[in-house]
C-alpha cells in the first residue's frame, strides 16, 4: 500500500502505556469468600463485556457484583477498589514520555478497549487526556478492537487518513485489526522493541 507519511501515531494504553498485572480480581474473591462457582449470581456473567461497551453504569456494575457474590456494600466497594488497582497496573513511564514527545510533529491518540469509569480513574492516575490529542475509549464508541470501525473513527478524530498513521498494540488481534484499513502497526512485546521500531519509521519521514 501507498504510503502518503506518518502524520499521527496512536497507543493502546492496558498492557502498553500501563503495566498491568492479569485481571484476578474476580477469582481472588471468589476465593476468598469462599464461594462455588454455582453459587455466583447470573450478574456477573454478561457485565463485563456490557461495561466495555458501555452498555451499563458506573452503579450497575457495583450493583452486579454486590447481588452475583451476595456481599455487602462494604465488601463490594473492596472489590470494585481491587479491581481498578489491577485494570490501571503502573506507569510505563518510558513509553509515555516518548509519546509525549511526539508532539507538536504528529498528531497522537489513544485507542483503548476500555471499561466504564476508565476515563476517570486513568485521568486521575496518569493524565493522559493531557498527553494526547485524543482518546477513544471503547465503553464511550460503542465498539471494541479489532472492529475496523474503531480505527478509522479514531483517525478521523484526528483528520488523518489511515495509511498516514502508525498504532501501537500488545495484542496482535488489535494489530491485525489496524492493519485490515491501512493502518502501520507494531506489536509491543517491550519498550526497546517498540520505541526502536517507531524510531525507524519515523526517520523516513
Not at 509515555?96 to 486513568?122: C, D, W
Not at 478524530?157 to 489511515?162: C, F, N, Q
Given at each position: 500500500m501507498e504510503r502518503h507519511g506518518v502524520r499521527a501515531v496512536l497507543f493502546d494504553i492496558g498492557g502498553v502505556l500501563e503495566i498491568t498485572p492479569p485481571m484476578t480480581f474476580l477469582a481472588d474473591w471468589v476465593r476468598r469468600l469462599g464461594l462455588s462457582a454455582n453459587e455466583i449470581g447470573p450478574s456477573l456473567f454478561d457485565i463485563w463485556a456490557a461495561g466495555e461497551l458501555g452498555r451499563v453504569t458506573n452503579a450497575q456494575v457495583g450493583e452486579a457484583i454486590r447481588i452475583g457474590l451476595a456481599i455487602d456494600q462494604t465488601v463490594t466497594d473492596a472489590v470494585i477498589a481491587d479491581m481498578w488497582t489491577q485494570y490501571l497496573g503502573v506507569a510505563n513511564?518510558?513509553?509515555?514520555?516518548?509519546?509525549?514527545?511526539?508532539?507538536?510533529?504528529?498528531?497522537?491518540?489513544?485507542?483503548?478497549?476500555?471499561?466504564?469509569?476508565?476515563?476517570?480513574?486513568?485521568?486521575?492516575?496518569?493524565?493522559?487526556?493531557?498527553?494526547?490529542?485524543?482518546?477513544?475509549?471503547?465503553?464511550?464508541?460503542?465498539?471494541?478492537?479489532?472492529?475496523?470501525?474503531?480505527?478509522?473513527?479514531?483517525?478521523?478524530?484526528?483528520?488523518?487518513?489511515?495509511?498516514?498513521?502508525?498504532?501501537?498494540?500488545?495484542?496482535?488481534?488489535?494489530?491485525?485489526?489496524?492493519?485490515?484499513?491501512?493502518?502501520?502497526?507494531?506489536?509491543?512485546?517491550?519498550?526497546?522493541?517498540?520505541?526502536?521500531?517507531?524510531?525507524t519509521l519515523l526517520a523516513k519521514e
Open positions: 513511564t518510558e513509553l509515555i514520555e516518548y509519546l509525549g514527545g511526539l508532539r507538536p510533529r504528529y498528531r497522537t491518540g489513544l485507542v483503548s478497549n476500555s471499561f466504564v469509569g476508565a476515563r476517570e480513574r486513568e485521568r486521575a492516575a496518569y493524565g493522559f487526556e493531557h498527553l494526547v490529542d485524543d482518546i477513544v475509549y471503547s465503553h464511550e464508541v460503542g465498539m471494541t478492537k479489532p472492529d475496523p470501525q474503531i480505527y478509522l473513527l479514531a483517525c478521523a478524530r484526528l483528520d488523518v487518513a489511515p495509511c498516514e498513521t502508525v498504532f501501537v498494540d500488545d495484542a496482535e488481534v488489535a494489530v491485525a485489526g489496524a492493519e485490515s484499513v491501512g493502518i502501520t502497526a507494531i506489536h509491543h512485546l517491550n519498550n526497546a522493541s517498540t520505541i526502536s521500531a517507531l524510531d
